[in-house]
Nanobody, 125 residues
Framework: QVQLVESGGGSVQAGGSLRLSCAPA????????MAWFRQTPSAGREGVAA???????AYASSVKGRFTISREPVRNTLYLQMDSLKPEDTAMYYC???????????????????WGQGTQVTVSS
């Protein structure tokens, strides 16, 4: 298993922006797909965005057009640029990595084997 470390969370007013980062603490195969998920007590876990090694991306409809997932290949770091934030974006955000070199890039948490500890994002109105 690979330890993933998220950073960049915080508190922001509605309409603001944040950029989350996720870096592996050890070796992570650059070919695996990665994703961001978020979780709240009321809504449970939700897939936010995913990316594969070809740069193909998928987004939840609730964030499409506002969030951008990207991956920096040299440092193998995953990012989530979040713009036009809304109070309903408030959640704990987790990054996740799949295993194997397939090119699936789903928002299904069962497709991912390694998870970070999460970073809190709070958006006030």
């Amino acid at each position: 298993q690979v330890q993933l470390v998220e950073s960049g969370g915080g508190s922001v007013q509605a309409g603001g922006s944040l950029r989350l980062s996720c870096a592996p603490a050890g070796y992570l195969d650059s070919r695996v797909s990665m994703a961001w998920f978020r979780q709240t007590p009321s809504a449970g876990r939700e897939g936010v965005a995913a990316i594969n090694r070809r740069g193909n991306t998928a987004y939840a409809s609730s964030v499409k057009g506002r969030f951008t997932i990207s991956r920096e290949p040299v440092r193998n770091t995953l990012y989530l640029q979040m713009d036009s934030l809304k109070p309903e974006d408030t959640a704990m955000y987790y990054c996740a990595a799949a295993s194997g070199s397939n090119t699936r890039y789903t928002l299904d948490s069962s497709d991912y084997t390694d998870w970070g500890q999460g970073t809190q994002v709070t958006v006030s109105s």
